[in-house]
């Protein structure tokens, strides 16, 4: 199973939910395929899961995806226990599993089956997260995401995929922009307030 495929499969779906991804090639994958303003690329590795957890408690009328990576999730384990303890309903937690740290040469991470092993999956139920989804295969992610969509979270989707990256066009904005793109559209949709005081002039055309 591709990491593409799985996020192609859930373009279809995504409308107005936030979606959170990680600084591997998730974040590219996602820019060319879902929506743009919903969406928040993390670029430090290990706080994907953190963020969205706070989008979620902050907006909890809205779903909020993230798509993680293992090598993103095992930077920040303690997370599992939060999002446990915290148990937003609102909160998609997708982690595509490939086996690498991708975004820094592909070095061997702790859950490919020729080191350690690990089990994110069985880690996350451990953590106390009840609604958790070990795939391996196209159709099997479509129906958890579907059914992860649908409410009573948190859902964590454990996927192993190939480690393998798709060609797709260099992200169109920096982090700056991204943020403040991500911001107008929580105001705009939400119909609140968040900025205080006004954007940057370096900034302000770019919102």
């Not at 779906?13 to 974040?27: M, R």
């Not at 430090?44 to 963020?51: E, F, K, M, R, W």
């Not at 995401?145 to 454990?158: E, K, N, Q, R, S």
């Not at 798709?166 to 700056?176: G, I, L, N, R, T």
Request: aromatic fraction near 4%.
């Amino acid at each position: 199973m591709r990491r593409f495929d799985c996020l192609t499969a859930a373009a279809t779906l995504v409308t107005d939910q936030l979606v959170v991804t990680n600084n591997g090639g998730a974040s590219t994958e996602w820019a060319a395929l879902g929506p743009a303003d919903s969406h928040l690329q993390v670029k430090t590795l290990g706080l994907c899961s953190s963020i969205g957890l706070g989008l979620a408690l902050a907006l909890p009328r809205r779903t909020v995806v993230v798509f993680d990576g293992d090598g993103s999730l095992l930077m920040n384990l303690s997370t599992l226990a939060t999002i446990a303890g915290r148990r937003p309903p609102n909160l998609v937690h997708v982690v595509f599993d490939n086996g690498i740290y991708e975004a820094s040469g592909g070095t061997r991470t702790n859950t490919a089956e020729v080191r350690a092993g690990t089990d994110l999956a069985a880690m996350a139920r451990a953590a106390g997260i009840a609604a958790v989804h070990a795939v391996s295969e196209l159709a099997e992610f479509s129906d958890s995401f579907v059914g992860a969509l649908d409410g009573g979270g948190p859902t964590f989707i454990h996927a192993r995929v190939e480690p393998v990256r798709q060609k797709v066009p260099p992200v169109s904005v920096d982090e700056v922009e991204n943020k403040y793109r991500l911001i107008r559209y929580i105001e705009r949709t939400e119909g609140i307030s968040i900025l205080t005081r006004p954007i940057p002039a370096s900034q302000a055309g770019r919102s």
